[in-house]
């Protein structure tokens, strides 16, 4: 039997995103999200403008979008209800939010040099992707969302979660994502079955990534 109800959210289930981006002064901001899907090599980061990693990316263009493992769960829980935005705006302030100049410090995270952006990646997280924006796409009018269509242009994996030393492919056996589920985090169960899509772009096909076809998620 089914019932009709008004929840709050549609959080059904998605990775957390460790955004990372430069500050006007040049200092790097740190922000959890998790409205986040991905296609082929670009990223649509759903986000509200009143974040500071809104109004860096709209200003700099330039990100890392850093993938957390579950072992990182008390770094995120740091950051939680900080903003680099100083005033606070007054709809984050009303719900607990306080300014936070030094989120690296605070989540106890490492900065490291990025190759083709100036933000920072972190280094404990196993995936860290160097990210350009592309568009910023207005959201759900009159609020204050926006989606940001960003392009991965440098891919950065820990060699444990690798298929074998020196392999492109991620083993998905291996990498432990930290998933939100409506605000409560969960990782992932076993593998339940092996996928008929599996081989397509498994540890077997060879194609660089640029030369994948367009329609390569479907
Ligand atoms: C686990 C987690 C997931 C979050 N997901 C999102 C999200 O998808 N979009 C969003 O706008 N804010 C999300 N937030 C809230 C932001 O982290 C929050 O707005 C924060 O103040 C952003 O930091 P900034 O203002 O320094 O950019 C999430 C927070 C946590 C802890």
């Known amino acids: 039997m089914h019932t009709v109800i008004e929840p709050k959210i549609l959080y059904f289930g998605t990775s957390i995103v460790l955004i990372s981006t430069l500050n006007p002064d040049g200092t790097p901001n740190l922000a959890p999200m998790s409205s986040a899907w ?3 090599r670009s990223c649509m980061l759903g986000m509200s403008g009143k974040s500071q990693t809104v109004r860096n990316l709209l200003r700099h263009g ?3 979008l850093n993938l957390p493992s579950v072992d990182l769960i008390p770094a995120i829980d740091r950051l939680t209800l900080l903003t680099g935005s100083d005033p606070v705006p007054a709809s984050k302030a009303e719900r607990g939010y306080r300014y936070e100049a030094d ?10 040099a990025s190759h083709a952006v100036a933000p920072p990646r972190v280094l404990e997280c196993p995936v860290q992707l160097e ?3 592309v568009r910023a796409h207005p959201f759900e009018q009159p609020s204050s969302l926006v989606a940001l269509e960003v392009a991965i242009v440098r891919v950065h994996a820990e060699t444990s979660i690798l298929s074998a ?8 056996a291996k990498w432990k994502p930290m998933i939100m589920n409506f605000c409560e985090y969960f990782g992932l169960g076993d593998q339940l079955s092996t996928s008929r899509l599996a081989p397509v772009f498994g540890p077997a096909a060879s194609l660089p990534a640029s030369s994948a076809p367009a329609d390569s998620n479907s």
């Open 165 to 172: 030393q020196g392999s492109s492919y991620i083993d998905p």
């Open 38 to 40: 991905w296609l082929n």
């Open 62 to 64: 330039e990100c890392v």
């Open 103 to 112: 989120k690296f410090g605070i989540a106890g995270l490492t900065p490291t």
């Open 131 to 133: 990210a350009k924006l």
